[in-house]
């Protein structure tokens, strides 16, 4: 036996293995933090009610006493009738049921029309009677 050649056996560094790593999650894997998992909460605004003021009135079937927001004067309203939808659905239907000689009679009844009130100084717009 060579006592140098033991002597630099004993030197030598342990060999390296590289199967002896610790065990543990591949290279690139994060694992989750503890605790609650975050919920991506998202902001809900109520919905904006939009409030429409009209200047109109809703006013009888006849002229009436009011003020006048246009000409700023105490008035009597000028009324106008007008046909509406309903008045041409009633004529359509007296055509379909036959009594279409009959058809113009909506459109001379008042109770089928919606009437308007105007101011007779400005003539301005000031409501209407709905049938
Ligand atoms: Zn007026």
């Excluded at 004993?10 to 894997?29: D, H, K, L, T, V």
């Excluded at 991506?40 to 079937?61: D, E, H, K, L, R």
């Excluded at 041409?88 to 919606?114: E, Q, T």
Aim: aromatic share 10%; hydrophobic share 30%; proline share 15%.
């Amino acid at each position: 036996m060579n006592p140098e050649y033991s002597e630099k056996q004993r030197m030598a560094p342990p060999p390296y293995s590289s199967s002896e790593q610790p065990p543990g999650p591949p290279p690139g894997f994060y694992p989750p933090p503890p605790g609650p998992v975050p919920v991506q909460t998202t902001t809900v605004y109520p919905a904006t009610v939009a409030v429409v003021t009209t200047n109109v009135a809703a006013m009888g079937s006849q002229p009436s006493h009011t003020f006048c927001k246009s000409c700023h004067q105490d008035i009597t309203t000028v009324i106008r009738h007008k046909a509406t939808t309903k008045t041409h659905l009633f004529a359509l239907l007296l055509c379909i049921i036959g009594c279409w000689p009959c058809a113009w009679i909506p459109y001379c009844v008042d109770s089928c029309h919606n009437v308007d009130h105007y101011c007779p100084h400005c003539n301005a717009y000031l409501g209407s009677y709905l049938n």
